[in-house]
Structures are given as C-alpha cells and as structure tokens.
C-alpha cells in the first residue's frame, strides 16, 4: 500500500505527506553493478541489493572501505546506472543526476575555486534560471544557516576545510532537493570539527527535515546521526547485512552515554565479522 | 610594503649585475671591438631611436607577433577544448598535432617565404604555427584535468550538459590556457626573429642581418637588448594580466 502510494506521487507531494506517513522516497530492487577494469577483467561491486529510504528519515549506509558503499550513492545520484535491478525515487527510475538530489562530496575538490562562497552557493539556482534577487535572498540564508556569516566573498582557496564542507552543504540545500546524498562529508576534517559538523548537520535536519543517505564508515558517526543505519556486508558483491533502528533522543546523542553505547554495541556486533574479513581481503 | 621594496629591490640589483658582468666582461676580459660594453650599445640605441630605424624595426616585429599571437590563440584554444571535450576529435585531430609540434616552425621558414612571400603573410604564418600547438595542448591537459567532482556537483544541481561547459570546464581551464598562450609568447620572440634573419624586408631580425653585413657589431647589440627588454616586458605584462583578471581562477583547490 505505502509503495503504491509512492510510486503515483511526484517528488514534491512526497515531502508534504513525509511528516504524517513514512513513504519510501528511494528504492533499490535487486540491484547489482559490475565494473568493467582496463584490463577488461569485471569486479562485482554490488550484487542483489534491496534498500528502500523513508521519506523525512536520515539515513545512515554504514561499511567498510571497498563495500559498495559509495557505489549505491552514485546510483542513487544518478552518477552511475545499475548494470541489473532497478533504482527508483518516488517511483521513477532514475536516468541521471538531477537538482532533486543534493549531492555532498566527500573531496572539497568540487567546490568552484574561481567563485566566491556566496557565488558557489548560487551556483545551482543560477544554472536553473532563478532571478537574481531570489538566488542572491536564499544564497544569503544558507550562508547563516551553515554559519558562515560574514565570508561570503571569500573563495574556497580562503577557507579551512571545514568550512568548505559548510559551503557543500549549503549549496545543496540552498538548491531546495528532495534529497541530500552525502558520501563521507566529514572523514577528512579532524575530530573536533568533525564533531562540530555533525551538531550542525543534526540541527540543519531538524530544521529542514530533508531525506539525508548518509554514507560513513565511522559507527560512531552513524549513531549520533542517523535515525536508522543500514551495515552493508564486505565488498565484492556486497548487500545490506542489517538494519538498526536508532530511537535515540537528543540527549542520548552523545558517545558517554549509555543509550548511546548500546546502540553502538549492536552496530559494532554487526559489522565486526565484516571488517575482519575487509582486513583479510585487502592484504 | 617591506616585501614589494625587496622585490622591485631585487629585480634592480639583478639588472645591474648582468649589465655590470657584461661591461666587465667586454672591457676587461675580451677588450675587442667585437663585443662592445653597454654604454657604447646604448649610445648608438639613442642613435638609432633618434633617427626612426630602432623604432620602425621593433614595431614590425611586434606587430608581427601581435596578429599571429592572437590568431594562433583564437584558433588553438576551441580545438584544445574540442579535443580535451570529446575522444572522437582528439582521436582526429592527435595525428595532425602530435605530428607537426615537432617540426619547428624555423624548419618552415623557407616554406612559408616560397608560399606567402618575403612580405607580412609568411611572418604572421610562421608566428600562428609557432602558437596554436603549444595553446591546444594546454588547453586541451586543462579540460582533462577538471576533476570529475566539478562536473557532477553541476549536474546534480541541476546544470545542462552545455552549462557544465561553459560554466564549469571553461572556467577550469582558463590557467591552462593563459599557461600555453604565455609559453606561446616566449616562442613567437624565437621565431620571429629567425624569420626575419632568413627572409625580411623590415624588423629586429632583419636589423641584426644588415648590420652583419657591414660588420655594424653595435647595432647587432642594440637589436639584441631591445629584444630581451622587449620580451620581458611582454612577459611581465601577460603574467600580470594572468594574475589582474585571472588570479582566482587558479587550478589550486
């Protein structure tokens, strides 16, 4: 029932019912993905892999290096197509990358050197033919919202690496998507902005309730974040291992607490026999 | 302020150095008429200024430069993108690039003088083959080294395949493109001037050829400094122009 609901609803009417209803935004149905190497030989990346995400939900795809993990993201993105299965969202299949999913890299490397913070965050709304004032008002608003009041005219060659990753965050979000897909946005800042980030992501989500595909391979990350954590098995032809529901509170989020410390031991159970084997196939 | 002091500071100092090292080297180690000191060159460039041969030689041969700098740029840069852009037109085009980059144009001197004559034709010939390999190639190393991310992050937010181009490959290549037109500049210098030594009826090169004719060593000399005078200022003033217009768009980050 809830699918059919999904598949008739164009992308827009889905958000509006995400508060009252959960309904699947994204689906992946027996997708696989095989990579053809230079040497012609084929690596199977990702074999038969079901995954639905919720509307509204944060989403956490937690695995080890090498898991497919970043592969069902560029799925997802639009960026690569399956080889089989079908990868839907809000029940059309997905034929490339569009502004309906915000993508955070993990490499500030796609951030434009040559624009300034405020004309990178403009960036999409720009190419999408908004007029100026809107783009210049909503930029303006991202800005604060990431806190990054005040450098507006700086470019990303000015800014620290976090604060490159605001201006990631706030690019996507200022382009309005039905979705942010984040690939790891964090794994290059040290701990302690790390740490910050992922305050301020939590309160950008509680603001702005999008759908989040967070992918990490830090459990402790995915704990404080997600709503729910999906443990992918060790690459090759890897699938989804589990799934841990995370009813934290916001209090709870906080790696000495107790509540914390259980949920973490649960996704530690799980993904421990993966990353020994992880460790075993890489050396 | 400090650090703009010390800089023009030692610029100076390298200039004096060199005119120094030359004016011992001609008066107390050689001492022959044959390598004069650089107060005698330059007494007989106020000479040669006064009278209009230094100036109307020199224009010649910048105006030679200028036009084929300039086409040789606005021909090279849409094939280096055209070729950096699509396999299928590097695959056509890599024969006739990979193939004529390593024929200088010096060895075409002769060519072009029985093809376009003595005239401006084969000058501005020679300076636009000298240019457009040296521009495709790095325009076309600019375009494929734009990373992957920047074009993806412009498609998910909702940019075209022809916004991608223009807004995103173009402006990533631009220091790749400033980088071969410079490196393009330095070589129209090399060639002009050996065009005009082999075939010319006016410019700095042809000013060195008549001297040697009348064994004029000054004159040589004087033509000599005015070309280093007059390519260093030509690539003082592209560098700043590069770093004026173009500084942000650095390929850095």
Redesign the interface.
């Known amino acids: 029932m809830r699918r059919a609901v999904a598949s008739r609803r164009r992308g827009e009417s889905i958000i509006g019912f995400s508060e009252a209803v959960s309904l699947t935004l994204v689906r992946l149905a027996g997708v696989g993905k095989i990579f053809r190497s230079l040497q012609g030989s084929n690596y199977l990346a990702v074999h038969d892999l079901d995954l639905d995400i919720e509307a509204g939900e944060f989403f956490c795809l937690l695995g080890t290096s090498g898991c497919g993990k970043t592969t069902v993201l560029n799925m997802i993105a639009g960026f690569e197509r399956p080889t089989v299965g079908k990868v839907e969202m809000a029940g059309r299949v997905i034929e490339g990358p569009g502004a309906d999913r915000g993508v955070v890299f993990q490499s500030d490397d796609s951030l434009y050197p040559w624009l300034s913070a405020l004309g990178n965050i403009e960036f999409g709304m720009r190419m999408r033919g908004l007029p100026r004032a809107e783009r210049l008002e909503r930029a303006r608003r991202h800005l604060d919202l990431v806190g990054l009041q005040g450098q507006e005219h700086k470019h990303p060659a000015e800014l620290s690496g976090g604060m490159k990753q605001r201006i990631q965050i706030a690019r996507v979000l200022a382009n309005e998507p039905l979705m942010l897909l984040m690939d790891e946005p964090f794994a290059a800042l040290d701990a302690h902005t790390r740490a910050a980030m992922q305050r301020e992501l939590i309160k950008i989500w509680r603001a702005t309730r999008k759908t989040v595909l967070f992918i990490t391979h830090d459990i402790d990350e995915a704990v404080i974040l997600a709503t729910r954590i999906g443990v992918m098995h060790a690459g090759p032809a890897s699938k989804l291992k589990g799934m841990i529901e995370v009813t934290l509170k916001d209090a709870e989020r906080d790696r000495t607490h107790d509540r914390f410390l259980g949920v973490y031991r649960q996704v530690h159970a799980m993904i421990r026999d993966e990353v020994a084997i992880a460790m075993q196939r890489s050396q | 302020m400090y650090r703009s002091v010390t800089r023009f500071g030692g610029y100076l100092v390298g200039f004096a150095s060199l005119f120094a090292l030359w004016h011992v080297a001609s008066v107390y180690l050689l001492n022959s008429v044959l390598f004069p000191p650089p107060l005698r060159v330059m007494a007989k460039a106020v000479e040669l200024a006064e009278d209009g041969t230094l100036w109307s030689n020199a224009s010649v041969s910048l105006q030679r430069i200028a036009l084929g700098f300039l086409f040789g740029s606005l021909l090279g840069i849409p094939l280096g993108l055209a070729i950096g852009s699509f396999a299928i037109v590097r695959r056509l085009l890599e024969p006739y690039t990979e193939f004529l980059r390593f024929i200088p144009a010096t060895a075409l001197i002769t060519v072009a003088v029985i093809w376009f004559g003595i005239g401006e034709g084969s000058k501005v010939f020679l300076i636009i083959y000298t240019t457009i390999f040296i521009v495709i190639i790095n325009t076309a190393a600019g375009v494929s080294a734009v990373?992957p991310?920047?074009i993806?992050?412009?498609?998910?937010?909702?940019?075209?395949r022809a916004?991608v181009f223009l807004?995103?490959a173009l402006?990533?290549t631009?220091p790749y493109i400033l980088t071969g037109m410079r490196l393009a500049m330095g070589n129209s210098f090399v060639t002009i001037i050996a065009a005009e030594l082999v075939a010319a009826n006016a410019g700095l090169g042809k000013m060195i050829w008549d001297a040697r004719l009348y064994m004029l060593v000054d004159q040589i000399f004087v033509a000599l400094l005015v070309l280093g005078l007059l390519g260093f200022t030509a690539d003082r003033l592209f560098r700043w122009g590069i770093y004026a217009f173009a500084g942000?768009?650095?390929p850095?980050?």
């Open positions: 990373t991310n920047k993806r992050a412009a498609r998910s937010l909702g940019a075209s916004q807004f995103v402006p990533a631009l942000r768009f650095s850095l980050t």
